[in-house]
């Protein structure tokens, strides 16, 4: 064919590939193998160019090592459970199952079109009962260990969705997902006991040497452990004690208050009479205010004086007791010691209600802190204590180790470890999520604990329904509006019971659906474990970055409680994480819907077909950056790959089948040249991530290979096939349809991918000849090409001949002669 016709061309080679089951994973039992993810997508209508590179980040690693021989997994399933959905079905009635079957088809359809390297037969939804049966089975695990646990706490009440949303997904006091305002509101949910895990989570953060800085710092930001002592502080004429957690007891004798959250349990108690009215009017406004609202920058520090003392374990001198906006109830202890001499917010606090402000830590060195009431901001960092007793005179951490350990020692306090992060709720109150396997029984459970489903009853399937009267975004949680499926009975008592009405946070099935496509129809586990033996962990898992904190957390910390179970062989699921940058409108924003600049990825592949899709997303910028999209690049690649087939056709005629024993001198050993170095170029540019630098090594590759013109002797013919099917090796992670044809026409038996990557020839790719630049003075004045290992008295001689050189030079005297090897020659002159 002379003319580039990728419509011709495309779906005869996914047809092919699909019905030779050429990406089927295990076909190499006996090989290195690389498990090759990208997080699997929720099945909105269309696809985006966000999931267009996502998926062919991974593309090009699962065809890159199936050519370099190893046994490679690349899976794809479907995140089908979750809200949009069932918020869709709210406003037009259907139900979430059948537009969730109709945008999987659609969307699969789309995938198709890329043709991306999936091995479909272990394809997984998770809306599946076989998926969401080990959700139930796994939690029930998690329960007899401990691991779940029912609490009464405050959880983020999306006003829009009508349901509980985890933190993470609170922005700026409104819902990530449909920007209505979220509430606090107190109620009953189901937990994980994620922090068991924190230190291990951030411990194994260490292990990860492949996941992006970024990733891991956000990670241990948000487990954020820190390193304190709680102390004691004692009220006059009360039982009550107060216990505050601190980072800095060195600063103890400056602490002249102390705060309270709002919300603290002994606030009542602890309040005067006088000041009941004030107090109970503040607690009041800040039970109205979302956590979010009264912590956010920039939000004023308030609070009010409860008319009690504390006092201080240190100097027995007693200190008013506040509370105050900016003390958490569910952090540390929800209540601190002040030091307003050495904490900005206890100084702003202390200036705004004239709270005394003391100084008890000095400069080590340098000048000297004035009194407190002459202070004009916090002195924050360590230095050596003053006016703190038999204290004084001791740098700032000896002294923090000595009076933790005093307080230990006198049963007034201890060190302690305390984290930041908080369990993870995942009761939802929604439909379209996996059912919580609990029963309540009146009579076996009057405190209603809830009771497990028995294993053998799993999965718990959810409902039938009757769409419009079910899902209507309103009143008690949609499941109980079910009698029939509500009312069971018990598995004690075998008399009536109800079951738990709350589905699980869709997270959960993200927390471990790459374990199922290793075995996605087992049935006597969530997968086997042998199969885990051989594929876990992940080799390379490609995603957004905006999972950092969420899903990369959770499916870390559900690992975790799978290798407990004894299911997996290590600690970590993933060895490298990939996270891609976003793909920007021409208009340099998000592209999307928000501002109406997308590109429809089917537009592009209908009008230029998928390789110059995918060239084009990869060539555009690395992996991991943002690129603006460009149209007019798309056509340069599109003109790109047209140069590709027709140099291939051009020479087929002479080149292919040529064979030729002999040695290879002149053009024939350039043309051989080009292509082992290509082979080294692309395949190490791939290997670093570099997807634009290995394309743009192809490019030139071809056109050097123009630049040889049409071969001539055998030598040349036989040079030229070689350098054709190599052309088609570099071309297969990114234009594998175009490389398939290609290495078809020069007489190729197999699929690229099956036939390999072959191994460069090390004598082929040295580089003879090497630029240096020549100064005079140090200005460039010119550049010459020499042979790498050329003398330094043969590289001036070479640069003393240049005609730019000499013109600098002319009328002066040489003073110095200066030799960089294989970079530079200076010439001093005066
Ligand atoms: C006294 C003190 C003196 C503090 C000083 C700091 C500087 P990180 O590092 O984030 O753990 N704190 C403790 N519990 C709190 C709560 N529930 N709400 C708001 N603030 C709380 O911070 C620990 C510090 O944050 C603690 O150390 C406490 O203030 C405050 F010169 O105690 B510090
Ligand atoms: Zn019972």
């Not at 945008?103 to 394809?123: A, H, P, Q, V």
């Not at 019971?497 to 969530?526: I, K, Q």
């Not at 020069?746 to 036939?755: I, L, M």
Request: glycine share 8%; charged share 25%; with cysteine.
């Amino acid at each position: 064919n002379e003319r580039y016709e990728p419509q011709a061309i495309e779906q005869k080679w996914q047809t092919r590939w699909d019905e030779a089951g050429v990406f089927r994973a295990g076909k190499r039992p006996g090989a290195p193998k690389k498990y090759i993810l990208e997080m699997l997508p929720y099945p909105s209508g269309q696809m985006h160019m966000g999931h267009v590179r996502n998926y062919l980040i991974g593309d090009v690693y699962a065809r890159y090592f199936q050519m370099r021989g190893y046994d490679v997994l690349h899976p794809m399933g479907w995140d089908a459970l979750g809200l949009p959905a069932e918020n869709a079905a709210i406003k037009d009635g259907v139900h979430p199952a059948v537009r969730t079957r109709e945008n999987i088809d659609s969307f699969k359809k789309e995938m198709g079109t890329l043709g991306y390297s999936y091995d479909w037969s272990r394809e997984v939804n998770t809306s599946d009962p076989e998926y969401y049966r080990w959700n139930q089975w796994f939690f029930i695990q998690m329960l007899q260990r401990g691991l779940v646990f029912r609490r009464f706490s405050k959880v983020n009440w999306c006003t829009g969705c009508h349901t509980v949303i985890a933190n993470e997904q609170v922005k700026d006091g409104t819902c990530e997902r449909c920007e209505s305002p979220v509430v606090d509101r107190e109620q009953p949910e189901w937990a994980f006991r994620i922090t068991q895990y924190s230190q291990a989570l951030l411990d194994g953060l260490d292990e990860l040497k492949e996941w992006p800085e970024r990733i891991t710092s956000m990670q241990r930001n948000w487990i954020g452990r820190s390193e304190g002592v709680e102390a004691d502080f004692n009220v006059p004429g009360s039982e009550a004690r107060i216990r505050v957690f601190t980072t800095r007891i060195d600063t103890i004798y400056g602490c002249t208050y102390v705060v309270l959250a709002p919300d603290h349990k002994l606030v009542a108690q602890l309040t005067t009479p006088a000041q009941r009215a004030e107090v109970d009017a503040f607690v009041k406004r800040m039970a109205a205010t979302s956590k979010t609202d009264r912590t956010a920058e920039g939000v004023t520090k308030e609070g009010v004086f409860t008319g009690a003392h504390a006092i201080n374990p240190f100097t027995g001198q007693p200190v008013p007791i506040w509370i105050a906006n900016f003390v958490l109830s569910d952090y540390g202890t929800g209540a601190v010691m002040s030091v307003p001499a050495h904490d900005e917010r206890d100084f702003d606090f202390a200036r705004k209600y004239a709270l005394p402000i003391k100084v008890v830590v000095q400069p080590a060195a340098g000048d000297k802190l004035p009194p407190g009431d002459a202070l004009e901001k916090a002195y924050t960092e360590d230095g050596v204590l003053v006016d703190s007793g038999e204290y004084s005179g001791l740098p700032s951490a000896e002294a923090r180790k000595k009076m933790g350990e005093k307080l230990r020692a006198e049963g007034r306090g201890e060190p302690k470890v305390t984290y930041r992060q908080k369990d993870w709720g995942f009761s939802r109150q929604r439909y379209w999520g996996t059912p919580i396997p609990i029963v309540y029984c009146e009579k076996c459970d009057p405190e209603r604990k809830g009771q497990p489903v028995p294993l053998e009853q799993l999965p718990v399937r959810l409902p039938e329904i009757d769409t419009q009267t079910v899902l209507t975004g309103k009143g008690e949680p949609p499941l109980a509006k079910v009698p029939s499926w509500v009312n069971t009975t018990c598995p004690t008592c075998k008399g009536p019971a109800r079951r738990e009405t709350e589905t699980m946070d869709t997270f959960v099935d993200s927390c471990w659906y790459f374990a199922r496509y290793l075995s996605p129809h087992y049935n006597e586990g969530p997968f086997d474990p042998k199969e885990a033996q051989r594929w876990l962990p992940v080799d390379v898992y490609v995603g957004g970055p905006e999972h950092a904190v969420m899903h990369l957390l959770y499916f870390r910390f559900w690992f975790r409680v799978m290798k407990l179970l004894g299911l997996v062989p290590v600690d970590e699921p993933v060895k490298r994480l990939i996270t891609q940058g976003i793909v920007n409108g021409a208009d340099g924003r998000k592209m999307g819907k928000r501002y109406g600049n997308g590109v429809a990825p089917s537009s592009i592949v209908q009008k230029y077909g998928a390789d110059t899709a995918r060239t084009y997303v990869l060539f555009a910028g690395p992996p991991e950056r943002d690129f603006d999209w460009s149209h007019e690049q798309v056509e340069g690649v599109f003109r790109f790959l047209k140069r590709v087939w027709t140099l291939a056709s051009t020479h087929h005629a002479v080149a292919a089948g040529a064979t030729h024993a002999g040695t290879y001198e002149g053009k024939a050993l350039e043309i051989r040249r080009a292509a082992h170095k290509a082979l080294k170029r692309v395949g190490e540019a791939i290997e670093r991530l570099s997807f634009n630098t290995a394309i743009a090594g192809i490019m030139e590759y071809v056109n050097a290979l123009y630049a040889l013109g049409t071969p001539e002797t055998p030598a040349e013919k036989a040079a030229m096939a070689e350098a054709m099917r190599f052309l088609s090796v570099v071309l297969t992670p990114f234009a594998p349809h175009v490389a398939e044809e290609i290495a078809e026409s020069y007489g190729a038996k197999d699929f690229t991918v099956t036939q390999g990557w072959p191994e460069f020839d090390p004598a082929l790719v040295v580089d003879d000849v090497i630029p240096y630049a020549v100064q005079v003075n140090g200005k460039l004045r010119a550049e010459i090409r020499v042979p790498v290992d050329a003398a330094e008295a043969d590289v001036r001689a070479l640069a003393e001949a240049d005609e730019r050189v000499q013109a600098a030079m002319a009328g002066k005297t040489l003073r110095k002669f200066v030799f960089v090897p294989k970079r530079l020659v200076n010439f001093v002159v005066g």
